[in-house]
T-cell receptor, first 116, second 115 residues
Framework: AQKITQTQPGMFVQEKEAVTLDCTYDTSDQSYGLFWYKQPSSGEMIFLIYQGSYDEQNATEGRYSLNFQKARKSANLVISASQLGDSAMYFCAMRYNAGNNRKLIWGLGTSLAVNP | EPEVTQTPSHQVTQMGQEVILRCVPISNHLYFYWYRQILGQKVEFLVSFYNNEISEKSEIFDDQFSVERPDGSNFTLKIRSTKLEDSAMYFC?????????????FGPGTRLTVL
Protein backbone atom coordinates (compact mmCIF):
# COMPACT_ATOMS: atom_id res chain seq x y z
CA ALA A 1 0.00 0.00 0.00
CA GLN A 2 1.10 3.55 -0.64
CA LYS A 3 2.12 5.69 2.30
CA ILE A 4 3.52 9.17 2.77
CA THR A 5 5.51 10.15 5.86
CA GLN A 6 6.31 13.69 6.89
CA THR A 7 8.33 13.50 10.08
CA GLN A 8 8.55 17.21 10.87
CA PRO A 9 5.32 18.45 12.49
CA GLY A 10 6.74 21.97 12.73
CA MET A 11 9.68 23.88 11.31
CA PHE A 12 11.07 27.36 11.80
CA VAL A 13 13.19 29.29 9.35
CA GLN A 14 14.60 32.77 9.26
CA GLU A 15 13.39 35.04 6.49
CA LYS A 16 15.62 34.83 3.38
CA GLU A 17 17.08 31.49 4.48
CA ALA A 18 16.47 28.19 2.70
CA VAL A 19 14.50 25.38 4.32
CA THR A 20 14.01 21.71 3.51
CA LEU A 21 10.78 19.91 4.31
CA ASP A 22 11.09 16.14 4.43
CA CYS A 23 8.87 13.62 2.71
CA THR A 24 9.40 9.89 2.42
CA TYR A 25 7.08 7.54 0.65
CA ASP A 26 6.41 3.87 0.34
CA THR A 27 5.13 2.21 -2.78
CA SER A 28 5.75 -0.91 -4.79
CA ASP A 29 4.71 0.79 -8.01
CA GLN A 30 7.21 1.84 -10.62
CA SER A 31 5.16 4.67 -12.05
CA TYR A 32 4.02 7.29 -9.58
CA GLY A 33 3.94 11.01 -9.03
CA LEU A 34 4.79 13.14 -6.02
CA PHE A 35 3.14 16.47 -5.32
CA TRP A 36 3.64 19.23 -2.81
CA TYR A 37 0.80 21.49 -1.76
CA LYS A 38 0.75 24.57 0.45
CA GLN A 39 -2.13 25.30 2.80
CA PRO A 40 -2.08 28.83 4.29
CA SER A 41 -4.08 29.66 7.37
CA SER A 42 -6.96 30.69 5.11
CA GLY A 43 -7.39 27.00 4.32
CA GLU A 44 -7.09 26.65 0.55
CA MET A 45 -4.82 24.00 -0.95
CA ILE A 46 -2.31 25.40 -3.43
CA PHE A 47 -0.33 23.19 -5.81
CA LEU A 48 3.41 23.90 -5.70
CA ILE A 49 5.45 21.31 -7.56
CA TYR A 50 5.34 17.85 -9.14
CA GLN A 51 7.94 15.10 -9.59
CA GLY A 52 7.36 11.99 -11.66
CA SER A 53 9.05 8.74 -10.76
CA TYR A 54 10.67 8.54 -14.17
CA ASP A 55 11.84 12.14 -14.24
CA GLU A 56 15.61 12.16 -14.32
CA GLN A 57 15.99 15.73 -13.14
CA ASN A 58 14.74 17.27 -9.94
CA ALA A 59 11.70 19.46 -10.45
CA THR A 60 11.98 23.20 -9.92
CA GLU A 61 9.31 25.92 -9.83
CA GLY A 62 10.63 29.35 -8.95
CA ARG A 63 11.82 29.26 -5.34
CA TYR A 64 10.61 25.68 -4.92
CA SER A 65 12.68 22.67 -5.83
CA LEU A 66 12.29 19.02 -5.12
CA ASN A 67 15.20 16.92 -3.92
CA PHE A 68 14.13 13.57 -5.35
CA GLN A 69 16.10 10.54 -4.20
CA LYS A 70 14.36 7.55 -5.70
CA ALA A 71 16.49 4.86 -4.08
CA ARG A 72 15.80 6.37 -0.67
CA LYS A 73 12.15 6.99 -1.57
CA SER A 74 12.37 10.58 -0.52
CA ALA A 75 11.01 13.73 -2.15
CA ASN A 76 12.02 16.67 0.00
CA LEU A 77 10.79 20.16 -0.78
CA VAL A 78 13.38 22.92 -0.71
CA ILE A 79 12.19 26.51 -0.39
CA SER A 80 14.91 29.01 -1.12
CA ALA A 81 14.98 32.60 0.14
CA SER A 82 12.05 32.13 2.52
CA GLN A 83 9.46 34.87 2.71
CA LEU A 84 6.98 35.68 5.46
CA GLY A 85 4.20 34.58 3.13
CA ASP A 86 5.67 31.07 3.06
CA SER A 87 4.36 30.49 6.59
CA ALA A 88 1.81 27.71 6.07
CA MET A 89 1.19 23.96 6.24
CA TYR A 90 2.95 21.97 3.55
CA PHE A 91 1.67 18.61 2.38
CA CYS A 92 3.40 15.92 0.39
CA ALA A 93 1.11 13.67 -1.64
CA MET A 94 1.48 10.74 -4.02
CA ARG A 95 -0.59 9.06 -6.70
CA TYR A 96 -0.29 6.19 -9.11
CA ASN A 97 0.66 7.23 -12.62
CA ALA A 98 -0.81 4.13 -14.22
CA GLY A 99 -4.37 3.05 -14.79
CA ASN A 100 -7.34 5.08 -13.75
CA ASN A 101 -6.48 5.40 -10.06
CA ARG A 102 -5.89 9.09 -9.55
CA LYS A 103 -6.48 9.56 -5.85
CA LEU A 104 -3.84 11.40 -3.91
CA ILE A 105 -2.42 9.82 -0.77
CA TRP A 106 -1.35 12.49 1.73
CA GLY A 107 1.14 12.95 4.50
CA LEU A 108 0.27 14.62 7.79
CA GLY A 109 1.93 17.83 6.76
CA THR A 110 4.61 20.14 8.14
CA SER A 111 3.82 23.52 9.63
CA LEU A 112 6.40 26.08 8.53
CA ALA A 113 6.87 29.37 10.35
CA VAL A 114 9.07 32.02 8.75
CA ASN A 115 10.54 34.42 11.28
CA PRO A 116 11.32 38.04 10.32
CA GLU B 1 -6.50 32.18 -14.26
CA PRO B 2 -9.22 29.53 -14.03
CA GLU B 3 -9.94 28.20 -10.56
CA VAL B 4 -12.14 25.78 -8.72
CA THR B 5 -14.87 27.42 -6.67
CA GLN B 6 -16.89 25.99 -3.79
CA THR B 7 -20.03 27.07 -1.99
CA PRO B 8 -20.80 27.62 0.76
CA SER B 9 -17.55 28.46 2.52
CA HIS B 10 -19.08 27.46 5.85
CA GLN B 11 -22.02 25.20 6.59
CA VAL B 12 -23.45 24.48 10.01
CA THR B 13 -26.03 21.74 10.27
CA GLN B 14 -27.76 19.57 12.82
CA MET B 15 -26.92 15.90 13.11
CA GLY B 16 -29.17 13.83 10.86
CA GLN B 17 -29.76 16.62 8.36
CA GLU B 18 -28.86 16.42 4.70
CA VAL B 19 -26.24 18.76 3.27
CA ILE B 20 -25.19 19.48 -0.28
CA LEU B 21 -21.76 20.91 -0.94
CA ARG B 22 -21.30 22.53 -4.30
CA CYS B 23 -18.30 22.92 -6.55
CA VAL B 24 -17.61 24.41 -9.94
CA PRO B 25 -14.51 22.70 -11.36
CA ILE B 26 -12.19 24.27 -13.92
CA SER B 27 -14.18 24.34 -17.13
CA ASN B 28 -12.12 22.10 -19.41
CA HIS B 29 -11.23 19.56 -16.74
CA LEU B 30 -12.46 15.99 -16.99
CA TYR B 31 -11.80 14.48 -13.56
CA PHE B 32 -13.44 15.70 -10.37
CA TYR B 33 -12.68 14.79 -6.79
CA TRP B 34 -13.82 15.26 -3.23
CA TYR B 35 -11.43 15.10 -0.30
CA ARG B 36 -11.95 15.91 3.33
CA GLN B 37 -9.66 17.10 6.09
CA ILE B 38 -10.72 16.61 9.68
CA LEU B 39 -9.14 19.26 11.87
CA GLY B 40 -5.55 18.33 12.71
CA GLN B 41 -5.62 15.17 10.61
CA LYS B 42 -4.46 14.22 7.16
CA VAL B 43 -6.35 14.91 3.98
CA GLU B 44 -8.47 11.90 2.97
CA PHE B 45 -9.68 10.96 -0.48
CA LEU B 46 -13.42 10.42 -0.77
CA VAL B 47 -14.31 9.94 -4.41
CA SER B 48 -13.29 10.62 -7.99
CA PHE B 49 -15.70 11.17 -10.87
CA TYR B 50 -15.14 10.86 -14.58
CA ASN B 51 -17.40 10.63 -17.59
CA ASN B 52 -20.49 11.03 -15.43
CA GLU B 53 -19.74 8.18 -13.10
CA ILE B 54 -17.71 7.39 -10.03
CA SER B 55 -14.29 6.11 -11.05
CA GLU B 56 -12.97 5.41 -7.57
CA LYS B 57 -14.17 5.76 -4.00
CA SER B 58 -12.75 5.22 -0.55
CA GLU B 59 -14.12 3.26 2.38
CA ILE B 60 -15.31 6.55 3.86
CA PHE B 61 -17.62 7.11 0.90
CA ASP B 62 -20.47 4.90 2.09
CA ASP B 63 -24.17 4.95 1.26
CA GLN B 64 -24.59 8.24 3.12
CA PHE B 65 -22.55 10.00 0.46
CA SER B 66 -23.37 10.66 -3.15
CA VAL B 67 -21.99 12.82 -5.93
CA GLU B 68 -23.63 14.33 -8.94
CA ARG B 69 -22.83 16.49 -11.90
CA PRO B 70 -26.30 17.92 -12.50
CA ASP B 71 -25.26 20.15 -15.39
CA GLY B 72 -22.17 20.99 -17.37
CA SER B 73 -20.56 23.06 -14.65
CA ASN B 74 -21.54 22.00 -11.14
CA PHE B 75 -20.27 19.03 -9.15
CA THR B 76 -21.98 18.28 -5.85
CA LEU B 77 -21.38 16.15 -2.79
CA LYS B 78 -24.45 15.15 -0.78
CA ILE B 79 -24.36 13.76 2.72
CA ARG B 80 -27.78 12.30 3.42
CA SER B 81 -27.79 12.11 7.19
CA THR B 82 -24.90 13.95 8.73
CA LYS B 83 -23.03 12.62 11.76
CA LEU B 84 -20.86 14.48 14.22
CA GLU B 85 -17.79 12.84 12.71
CA ASP B 86 -18.59 14.35 9.31
CA SER B 87 -17.40 17.69 10.64
CA ALA B 88 -14.43 18.56 8.45
CA MET B 89 -13.16 20.76 5.67
CA TYR B 90 -14.36 19.38 2.35
CA PHE B 91 -12.27 20.10 -0.71
CA CYS B 92 -13.33 19.75 -4.30
CA UNK B 93 -10.60 19.33 -6.91
CA UNK B 94 -10.42 18.88 -10.64
CA UNK B 95 -7.79 17.75 -13.11
CA UNK B 96 -7.41 17.90 -16.85
CA UNK B 97 -7.22 14.17 -17.41
CA UNK B 98 -3.77 14.12 -18.99
CA UNK B 99 -1.80 11.03 -18.12
CA UNK B 100 1.04 12.77 -16.32
CA UNK B 101 1.10 14.75 -14.15
CA UNK B 102 -2.65 15.34 -14.17
CA UNK B 103 -2.27 17.87 -11.37
CA UNK B 104 -5.31 18.27 -9.18
CA UNK B 105 -6.34 21.85 -8.49
CA PHE B 106 -8.30 22.48 -5.35
CA GLY B 107 -11.10 24.80 -4.40
CA PRO B 108 -11.01 26.88 -1.23
CA GLY B 109 -12.98 24.29 0.71
CA THR B 110 -16.26 24.15 2.60
CA ARG B 111 -16.00 23.92 6.36
CA LEU B 112 -18.82 21.67 7.55
CA THR B 113 -19.78 21.73 11.20
CA VAL B 114 -22.27 19.13 12.43
CA LEU B 115 -23.88 19.91 15.79
Amino acid sequence: AQKITQTQPGMFVQEKEAVTLDCTYDTSDQSYGLFWYKQPSSGEMIFLIYQGSYDEQNATEGRYSLNFQKARKSANLVISASQLGDSAMYFCAMRYNAGNNRKLIWGLGTSLAVNP
Amino acid sequence: EPEVTQTPSHQVTQMGQEVILRCVPISNHLYFYWYRQILGQKVEFLVSFYNNEISEKSEIFDDQFSVERPDGSNFTLKIRSTKLEDSAMYFCASSGGDKVPDTQYFGPGTRLTVL
